[in-house]
Structure formats: C-alpha cells, structure tokens
C-alpha cells in the first residue's frame, strides 16, 4: 500500500483528500506545515508527498510549499514530489524552481486527476511499465525504439519522456504549458515551439498523420491529446 504525505494549510481540503485516498487504498497523513510535514516524513517515510503551494493559513504562515520541498530534500526524502498550485504567479514562480518536482496540478483539481498523477509518478517511481502494443506498432521506452513491422524508429531522451507522459496521461487534453514542465522541468529558455517540434518528431516516428491522427491529436491553440489504445 502507497504511503501518500499531503501538505495543505486549508483543513477542509485536507479532509476532503484525506478520505478520498484513504478509500482508494493509500496509507494517508496530512500536515499543514513544515514542521508536521518533516515528522510525518521521518515516521513514517511517504512514498509521494503532494504540496500545496500556498500555506499562509497554516501553522507557520510565512513557509511555503517550496520551502517544504527544500526541507523534506534536505531530510534525505528522494520520493516523488507533486506540487499543487493556483494558476496565477505560483506557477510561473514554479516554472523558475528546480526543486525536482515531478508534476504539478492547478486548483481546482479533481480528486481524480490528482489520483492519476499520484499513480503515474509512483509508477515512475517503482521503474515504469515501459512497453506498449498499439496495433501492429510497439512502443518500447525502455529501449527510447518504437518498432513497426518493417523499421525501428529510435527516440532521442526527449522524446522518450514526451511520449511516456502522453501514453500516461491519454485520452486527456494536454495543454502544452503542462508538457513543458512535466517534461522539461522548468527549465529556463525553453518554450511551448520546443515542445511542437518535439510532437513533430514523435508523430513522424509514430508515422501518424497530423491531419488524421491515430496517436496525437492536436488542439489547436490548446495542446495536444494521445488517443490510441492499446491492443
Ligand atoms: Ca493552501
């Protein structure tokens, strides 16, 4: 059973949380601050932490989410780490961190949602499920190849991670503001043309056709949406 560690300074949200994952099996603890949030990682060593930003109602109302992080990495915590922020400043204050944060998700979420990011990083984390069969093509991140019946395609670092989140997260509309920190990590002097070209090459290995997608679909002015399945 996942131990999940939720840092929240709103009680409610906590609660409501809480009794979510609890019922979907996880082991759950909640802190509404640092200091809880470095016990609970000592005790009970979490497998996932999700941290709420903004923490100005909790305890110590002049830490935040960031410092959190800092803390729990500096406590040796190696785990995945999933931010939770309002889509204002916050994010773009993400966007300039590298704190090794492994997903983020805006509020409002769905419960979910947030499952789902929980089980994908945890997923990550346990060394991924790396091979997909989608028609007559195999999809193998393990070795960056996607093989077709009559070629191998092989896929760059990049592409490799852009194609697992999307395989992870399909049949959701990704915006490609998401793509770029879920798969670039904020890095600074990257933009949202990075993350075109990238689907540009993964389509062309995956031979789909952007016109008639049967992998990547494009939204366009929005992002982009990985719709095959498997089989
Ligand atoms: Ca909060």
């Known amino acids: 059973m996942a131990r999940i560690l939720f840092v929240e300074d709103e009680q409610a949200l906590l609660d409501t949380v809480e009794r979510f994952f609890k019922k979907q099996g996880f082991d759950v603890f909640t802190a509404r601050g640092i200091t809880q949030a470095l016990e609970h990682h000592k005790r009970f060593k979490p497998d ?7 923490l100005n109602e909790g305890p110590e109302p002049d830490s935040d989410g960031f410092q959190v992080c800092r803390a729990l990495r500096d406590a040796d915590y190696e785990g995945p780490v999933i931010f939770v922020t309002a ?24 419960l979910l949602e947030l499952k789902a990011r929980v089980a994908a990083v945890l997923r990550r984390a346990g060394g991924a499920r790396s091979v997909y069969r989608f028609g007559t093509i195999e999809v193998d991140l393990d070795n960056y190849v996607i093989r077709h019946p009559d ?34 990590r904020y890095s600074p002097n990257v933009t949202t043309r990075t993350v075109d070209t990238h689907i540009l090459n993964v389509r062309k290995k995956l031979r789909d056709d952007a016109s008639n997608p049967r992998f990547i679909e494009t939204l366009h002015g929005v992002g982009y949406r990985f719709i095959a399945n498997e089989g």
């Open 48 to 54: 996932v932490v999700v941290l709420d930003v903004m």
């Open 87 to 110: 889509r204002t400043a916050e994010q773009d204050k993400l966007l300039g961190f590298d704190l090794g944060a492994d997903d983020y998700v805006t509020k409002p979420f769905s």
């Open 151 to 184: 070629a191998e395609e092989r896929l760059s670092n990049r592409e490799q991670e852009l194609l697992r989140y999307l395989i992870e997260h399909r049949g959701k509309v990704l915006p490609r503001a998401d793509l770029l920190t879920g798969i670039w």
